[in-house]
């Protein structure tokens, strides 16, 4: 069904008047309705202790014009009800809070031609702003593998592993979601100013915040919800103990997703977080998109094969051949039953593999007695 007019302005209002994820306005929006709420606060009866916080601003506030001035640099205002929200945000109504923040958005802004994914085909990778070269590398992989293989890379624009996860998906020309801490008309962190204006080009940058909102702490803490719910696995690529990317991870364990992580040197800090992660067990270790593709496939599907080394020529020899084959002098030549005593192997056993691994190369018979017939062993 499609959201009516007045929801969409009502929810545009209340996301002007609220902090992203103020757990008071998600909670009476979810249990009232946006319209009720907003008409509550204009009408001054009920939510004496929420209308304190707001009165002086509703009188400032004109949603409908809000939303045409967005509308004229692209940027549009998604909510539930609408075709393009994610389902996957729903699940916030039932994960609990961290710090006072929790819920349902209200509605979230978003700038670019990418709509929305469902959290079912997304990934978010994450990880510390201070990202080694190795940690960097990994999560450009990550990006370009999984947005490779048709999944949406989700993660938070920072520095380090965040900008490195959004390069790598667009480095192969895949979908990846900029979720922000700010409004989608700033750029946060200005370091990352291009990055951002070429995710708005080709990909989409979503924000709980309202337009023209600061990048405050607080506002990062409800970020990382978001990026937890738009995916359906997190990986950490990097985190310290203290890592606000591990706010994500712990978003996703209460949203019932996959947590995963990627081992570091255990020598480095930047990894010491989610060691401690997959030493509990609080993550799945994974060290490629292969890994977590697997993981996040329906029963069955996408699964590996056990990593093991390739078959070689020695491997396909029996027990017995490969032990008459150790026993072959390298540079010396050895009669037979020299062989067969260093083997410990039968005579006439020793004769028939010498026999076999003569006519596949591996030994030469000198005179009346054998040699190496290669210097490598494939």
């Given at each position: 069904?499609?959201?009516?007019?007045?929801?969409?302005?009502?929810?545009?209002?209340?996301?002007?008047l609220?902090?992203?994820?103020?757990l008071?306005m998600t909670?009476?929006?979810?249990?009232?309705?946006?319209?009720?709420?907003?008409?509550?606060?204009?009408?001054?009866?009920?939510l004496?202790?929420?209308?304190d916080?707001?009165a002086?601003?509703?009188?400032?506030?004109?949603p409908?014009?809000?939303?045409?001035?967005?509308d004229k640099?692209?940027i549009?205002?998604?909510v539930?009800?609408?075709?393009?929200?994610?389902?996957?945000?729903?699940?916030?109504?039932?994960?609990?809070?961290?710090?006072?923040?929790?819920?349902?958005?209200?509605?979230?802004?978003v700038?670019?031609?990418?709509r929305l994914p469902?959290?079912?085909?997304?990934?978010a990778v994450?990880?510390?702003r201070?990202?080694?070269?190795?940690?960097?590398?990994?999560?450009?992989d990550?990006?370009?593998?999984?947005?490779?293989s048709?999944?949406?890379v989700?993660?938070?624009?920072a520095?380090?592993?965040?900008?490195?996860?959004?390069?790598?998906a667009?480095?192969v020309?895949?979908?990846?979601?900029?979720?922000?801490?700010c409004?989608?008309d700033?750029?946060y962190p200005?370091?990352?100013r291009?990055?951002?204006e070429?995710?708005?080009?080709?990909?989409?940058?979503?924000?709980?915040?309202p337009l023209?909102?600061?990048?405050?702490?607080?506002?990062?803490?409800?970020?990382?919800?978001l990026?937890?719910?738009l995916a359906?696995?997190t990986?950490v690529?990097e985190?310290?103990?203290?890592s606000?990317?591990?706010s994500?991870a712990?978003w996703?364990?209460?949203?019932?997703?996959?947590?995963?992580?990627v081992?570091?040197?255990?020598?480095?800090?930047?990894?010491?977080?989610?060691?401690?992660?997959?030493?509990?067990?609080?993550?799945?270790?994974?060290?490629?998109?292969?890994?977590v593709?697997?993981l996040?496939?329906?029963?069955?599907?996408?699964l590996l094969?056990?990593?093991?080394?390739?078959?070689?020529?020695?491997d396909r020899?029996?027990?017995r051949?490969?032990?008459v084959?150790?026993?072959?002098?390298?540079?010396?030549a050895?009669?037979?039953?020299?062989?067969?005593?260093?083997a410990?192997?039968?005579?006439?056993?020793v004769?028939?593999?010498?026999g076999?691994?003569?006519a596949?190369?591996?030994?030469?018979?000198?005179?009346?007695?054998?040699?190496?017939?290669?210097?490598?062993?494939?």
């Amino acid at each position: 069904m499609a959201v009516g007019e007045q929801e969409r302005l009502a929810r545009v209002t209340l996301n002007r008047l609220a902090e992203p994820g103020d757990l008071r306005m998600t909670r009476l929006v979810a249990d009232l309705g946006a319209i009720v709420v907003r008409d509550h606060l204009l009408a001054e009866r009920g939510l004496s202790t929420l209308h304190d916080d707001v009165a002086a601003r509703l009188d400032t506030i004109d949603p409908a014009r809000e939303l045409e001035a967005a509308d004229k640099v692209g940027i549009r205002f998604v909510v539930p009800g609408d075709e393009e929200w994610p389902s996957g945000l729903d699940a916030l109504s039932e994960a609990g809070t961290v710090n006072d923040r929790g819920g349902v958005p209200i509605g979230l802004w978003v700038r670019g031609p990418l709509r929305l994914p469902d959290h079912r085909e997304a990934v978010a990778v994450v990880g510390a702003r201070t990202a080694t070269t190795y940690g960097a590398r990994v999560a450009a992989d990550l990006g370009a593998d999984l947005a490779a293989s048709g999944r949406a890379v989700v993660s938070g624009a920072a520095l380090g592993i965040d900008q490195s996860a959004h390069r790598g998906a667009l480095a192969v020309e895949g979908r990846t979601v900029a979720v922000l801490a700010c409004g989608v008309d700033r750029v946060y962190p200005a370091a990352n100013r291009s990055l951002l204006e070429y995710v708005r080009e080709v990909g989409a940058v979503v924000s709980e915040a309202p337009l023209g909102g600061a990048p405050m702490r607080i506002r990062f803490l409800s970020r990382n919800r978001l990026i937890a719910a738009l995916a359906g696995g997190t990986v950490v690529v990097e985190a310290a103990l203290r890592s606000g990317a591990l706010s994500s991870a712990a978003w996703a364990e209460r949203l019932g997703r996959v947590v995963m992580g990627v081992p570091g040197p255990v020598t480095s800090a930047q990894s010491q977080g989610v060691h401690e992660r997959l030493r509990t067990g609080g993550a799945h270790l994974v060290t490629c998109a292969e890994d977590v593709v697997e993981l996040l496939a329906e029963a069955g599907e996408d699964l590996l094969d056990d990593r093991r080394e390739a078959v070689t020529e020695r491997d396909r020899l029996t027990l017995r051949q490969r032990q008459v084959l150790d026993a072959v002098g390298v540079s010396t030549a050895r009669r037979a039953d020299r062989i067969a005593a260093v083997a410990g192997v039968g005579l006439r056993e020793v004769q028939s593999a010498l026999g076999t691994l003569e006519a596949k190369g591996w030994v030469r018979q000198d005179g009346d007695a054998w040699v190496l017939g290669r210097t490598t062993v494939p």
